[in-house]
């Protein structure tokens, strides 16, 4: 499946694969569906920086089926060489093999960039995301215990590092 850099027009298919975790699932602890003008207007912020990335389904002419991304972890300066990053994948494609590739994309894109580690939060539990992070190298740095409060209940978030 190809894999490039995610472009205006992607966002209101971004917003759809996005909406289903906010609305449907703990994995995004988002309450409010987000349009894709909102999602493109962060993008712009930090594009020159940030990398994002999305992964095409080259079956249906091209459609975003899926994305990864660097966004700013923390505001403080000292901060800039260690973003968060995420993915998501169009609900039903987990656990086929599309993650791992459009994720090492990403790790190669913010190496490119200068960034020199990567934090990734975990809403748990989640073995499919442990699995698909741990096998890229990212290490378990801690869990904040009941961190979030979705579906009535709460959640915890894990934190895993990859120093790059």
């Keep these: 499946m190809p ?4 472009i205006a027009a992607d966002f209101d298919t971004i917003a759809d694969i996005t909406n289903h975790y906010i609305l449907h699932t703990p994995i995004h602890f988002g309450y409010e569906a987000q349009t894709g003008a909102e999602l493109r207007s962060s993008w712009e912020k930090f594009r020159a920086t940030h990398p994002f990335l999305v992964l095409l389904n080259d079956e249906q002419g091209g459609e975003v089926i899926g994305y990864a991304k660097a966004y700013r972890w923390r505001e403080r300066a000292a901060y800039d060489h260690t973003p968060e ?6 609900n039903g494609l987990q656990g086929k093999g599309l993650g791992r590739p459009l994720y090492a994309a990403l790790i190669h894109a913010c190496r490119e960039k200068g960034m020199h580690s990567l934090v990734a939060g975990i809403a748990l539990p989640n073995p499919g995301s442990i699995r698909l992070h741990e096998s890229l190298g990212f290490l378990p740095v801690g869990t904040v215990r009941q961190a979030g409060w979705k579906f009535n209940q709460w959640h915890d978030a894990g934190f895993w590092q990859l120093i790059l």
């Design 3 to 6: 894999i490039r850099e995610a």
């Design 85 to 90: 990053v995420g993915i998501y994948l169009r």
